[in-house]
Structures are given as C-alpha cells and as structure tokens.
C-alpha cells in the first residue's frame, strides 16, 4: 500500500493541515462540536464512497478519505478548544489596579539570572482594597524565590504588573495547595537528589527534566553544538528506562505482561516529570504499540508515527505547533524514513555499530536541519557527529547514575560510582565545548 493510502498517513495529515489552518485564521469551536459534526463527515463519506456510481473510482483510496476527513474533525477539535479557551480570557478587573493573583503553575517553575520563572494560569485577582474577582488568564511571574515549584501547584503571589509588560514581578509566592504529583516529585526529588554537584544537575535534568542546577556553560555548550535535544526528555531517555525495566522484569513475567507493566510504568512515569511534548510522544508509541501487540497486530513505524500524531494532537492540542514538538515527530520522522536507505549507501564504507548510529543520526539531522535553521537561524553543521559521539556515554553515565540513586548507601559502591560519574560528565563536557566551537551556518 502507497503511502497516501494509508490510513494513518490521511488522517495525521488532515489533522495537521486543519490544525495549522485553524490557528492561522482563529477558527474557534466549542469543544462539544466535534462530538456532533464528526459522525456527520465520517458517513457522509461512506455514503459517497458506496452510493453514487460515477464516484466507485475513489473506492482504492477509501481508506484515505476516512483518514482525511477524521482527521480534520480532530485537526478542528483541538485548535478549536485552544481559540475556544483564549477567547474566555479575562483579568477581571483594571491590570493597573491588580495586587495579587493566585493559579495554577502550568509548568515547573526555573531559575534563570538568579530569579524564578514561574508560567501561571491566573484563577483570581485582589487589588490593592483587598477585592477580589474571578480571572482567566496566562501569565509570566518573576520572584527571587529559592524554593523549588513544581507543575500543578496552586500559588498566591503578590506584586504588580511591569510597565507595558504581560510579566508579573512578585514577592516570595505562598504554597496553597499542591497536587498529587507535584507532591511526588517533591518527595522523590528530596530523598533522591541529596547530593550537590554538576553530575547531580545533569542527573536530574536527564530523569526528571529539571534543569536548574545546570552550569550554564554545559547547557551553552549544549545548545552551540547542536545536541539540546539530549537535555531534553524524549524517545532516548524513554529507550533507556524500557531497557532498565525489561532486565529487571523479563526474568519474573513473560514478555507480554512485561511491556504491559512498562507501558503502565512509563504512563506513571510522564505524569511525574510532567507532559513534556517529546516525552509524550515516545510513551505514546510505546503505548500504541503495546496495544496492537495485544490486538496480534504488526504495526509499520510511520503508520504508529503518524497515530501517535493524531493522539498527541487531543491530548497535548497547546503544544502541537511548539518547537520542541514539532522537531521530535520530525526527527523521528527522518529515522523512521531515511535509516535503511542510508545503511545501504553506506554499507560499503561503514560496519555495525558504528554504521547504524551513523544513518540514525544523519536521517534525523537531514529533516530536523531545514526547521531547526528556519526557527533559531543557525544550524550547527556537526551536530550530528557530536550525537552520535555523546548518545553512548550519555546511556551509560544514566545507568551509572539510576544505580547510584537505587544504592546510596552501599559502602565503597557509592564513591566509586561517584567517581565514574565525575569522569563521564568531564566526558560530556569536553565532547560538548569541542563541537561548540565547530563551524555554524548562521543566517543574517
């Protein structure tokens, strides 16, 4: 079957064609009515697939058609909730006159030139007299707050707006309420994370995303030679944990029940660290794979790509259009499409292991390069020699490191896995600082 034939391929891009339309132009949708108009579309289609004879020439590509039109409903739905929710934004009362506000944190508050950062969703606002009246609204709060907070905490700040400015700068927040997960992540990250030191930094920006204690010379270093996206929680740091579980389980059940414990593991897993897009579109494939093992289904990479698309499009519909996710199906997309060919070229020049890592990094490279040129003007044109030299080392140093974490205690263990660590991070650091300073196309 062509690839415009499939199903999968129809309906993600109908989703995504639909998605972007509705964003350029700000359709906007009651959630309700997709519920409503979609069963309309998808047999009204059947009936012109299967009623009128002059149209029995579009039955070959029936399966597209559905594709299509089911994905637009989704496309529709998603980008309508978003314009739907920014459309009842409201502050309640004169921005000038607002001294206090109080939301949810969407996500984890960071540290960035000695202040705190904090992405708010304003529930209510107080001015100055002290009354209060009910807000709808995003905001950006800055405060010279220590404490760590996490996403789903519900925060009291007080402050004033800046001069022409949608940023708020606050005093010390007040902690009302903390959600489940959040509270999880606390706890783990205090039991866990006692230890300070650039290795711990990295450590926990690996595990749980939170970057706070990195240097900034390693996340600059980073950034220059094209290798962020190790930082940041994708489908490698997801492999590296399916691993890690699939030794400590494939000894105790059989193989099936053990993809469904790591699949309830990972879900578990991307609530805690919170939904990074990346993040959840690696557990999503992992989830959709699972289940159409489960259905003794063989699913192709780019048909499980291209569902893991549409999906992530209803669960994560404000993230559809970000940098970050936007790259990770793209680099995905390259590894899926590029990967054989590349092996085959280059078969004659290169062998296992070396070869496959190789063709993995550079179809990820040739389709990620265009967008990562086009969104931040600069292309760093050895970044993917630097992955390729990194990606192992950055395995082993997790491994090292999750073992340290499982083994605290252990006398004459810990010093010496600390010590591995050490290396391994001047490792990284070197590997990174070298391909920083490699030649960049930069556009004016």
């Not at 992992?286 to 992530?312: E, K, M, Q």
């Not at 931040?376 to 340290?404: D, E, K, N, Q």
Request: charged content about 15%; glycine content about 10%.
């Amino acid at each position: 079957m062509g690839l415009f034939q499939r199903f999968s391929f129809a309906s993600a891009l109908g989703c995504g064609l639909s998605y972007a339309a509705g964003a350029h132009f700000g359709w906007v949708f009651h959630p309700a009515t997709f519920w409503v108009i979609l069963p309309f579309l998808y047999y009204g289609t059947v009936f012109l697939l299967y009623g009128p004879e002059h149209l029995v020439r579009l039955r070959p590509y029936r399966n597209s058609l559905l594709g299509i039109i089911i994905g637009i409903g989704v496309g529709l739905f998603s980008i309508g909730r978003v314009n739907y929710d920014n459309a009842r934004t409201f502050e309640g009362m004169d921005r000038k006159e607002i001294r206090v506000v109080e939301g949810t944190l969407q996500q984890d508050g960071y540290r960035r030139g000695g202040r705190s950062v904090l992405s708010l969703r304003v529930h209510s606002v107080e001015d100055r007299r002290g009354n209060r009246h009910s807000a709808r609204f995003a905001l950006t709060v800055i405060t010279h707050s220590t404490e760590k907070y996490f996403s789903g905490d519900l925060l009291r700040i007080r402050g004033t707006f800046l001069p022409d400015k949608d940023i708020f700068r606050g005093e010390v927040p007040v902690l009302c309420d903390r959600t489940l997960p959040a509270f999880l992540r606390s706890a783990i990250l205090g039991k866990t994370f006692r230890k300070e030191g650039e290795p711990v930094a990295l450590l926990q920006a690996l595990c749980f995303g939170i970057k706070d204690g990195l240097e900034g010379e390693l996340t600059e270093a980073f950034r220059k030679s094209g290798t962020s996206h190790i930082l940041a929680l994708s489908g490698m740091h997801v492999g590296i944990l399916v691993l890690l579980l699939q030794v400590v389980l494939s000894p105790v059940v059989n193989p099936f029940m053990a993809k469904v414990i790591i699949g309830f593991i990972l879900f578990l897993y991307c609530i805690l660290v919170g939904p990074f897009p990346s993040l959840v579109r690696a557990v999503l494939m992992y989830g959709i794979y699972t289940i159409a093992l489960f259905w003794g289904r063989r699913i192709h990479p780019l048909d499980l790509l291209c569902h893991t698309f549409v999906v992530s499009c209803v669960l994560l519909p404000r993230s559809v259009l970000s940098y970050s996710n936007i790259l990770s199906f793209a680099a995905v997309g390259g590894i899926l499409w590029l990967t054989r060919p590349l092996q085959r070229y280059f078969r004659r020049f290169l062998f296992d292991p070396l070869l496959s890592a190789f063709s993995v990094s550079l179809g990820a490279q040739i389709v990620t390069a265009p967008l990562t040129l086009w969104f931040f003007s600069r292309l760093p044109l050895f970044g993917w020699l630097a992955s390729i030299l990194l990606s192992p080392v950055i395995t082993l140093f997790m491994w090292i490191g999750i073992l340290s974490l499982v083994t605290p205690s252990v006398p004459f263990l810990d010093p010496c896995l600390q010590g591995i660590l050490e290396f391994l991070y001047t490792v990284i650091l070197y590997v990174a600082e070298g391909f920083a300073q490699a030649p960049a196309l930069q556009l004016p």
